[in-house]
């Protein structure tokens, strides 16, 4: 049974820092590239940094480059977001997600923690 579960969140004041954990099971988490998405309330999910499997290679969304760092560690099967610099606009439900592509394509959603950045 494959799970996406992500902690880390809560409540912080603006300038402070997170880090969000997304612990995976059932699937070859190392072939996977992972991926941090935010919803805010009454917005679209957005993607707010990815990282591939192999090369390790990552991306950000403008609105977070040089404050976030995406990471894995393959032999615990965690995707880490290391946020620091919080803006009350960081505010919003984080998820995990796993995808692959290939012969056979696979997408796996976490259950969303939620991050407050608020004073």
């Known amino acids: 049974q494959v799970q996406l579960v992500e902690s880390g969140g809560g409540l912080v004041q603006p300038g402070g820092s997170l880090r969000l954990s997304c612990a995976a099971s059932?699937?070859?988490?190392?072939?996977?590239?992972m991926s941090w998405y935010r919803q805010a309330q009454g917005k679209e999910r957005e993607l707010v940094a990815a990282?591939?499997?192999?090369?390790?290679?990552?991306n950000y969304a403008d609105s977070v480059k040089g404050r976030f760092t995406i990471s894995r560690d393959n032999a615990k099967n965690t995707v880490y977001l290391q946020m620091k610099g919080l803006k009350p606009e960081d505010t919003a439900v984080y998820y995990c997600?796993?995808?692959?592509?290939?012969?056979?394509?696979?997408?796996?959603w976490g259950q969303g923690t939620q991050v407050t950045v608020s004073s």
């Open positions: 997600k796993a995808s692959i592509r290939g012969l056979i394509s696979s997408v796996y």
């Open positions: 059932g699937f070859a988490f190392s072939s996977y590239t």
């Open positions: 990282i591939t499997s192999v090369a390790g290679s990552t």
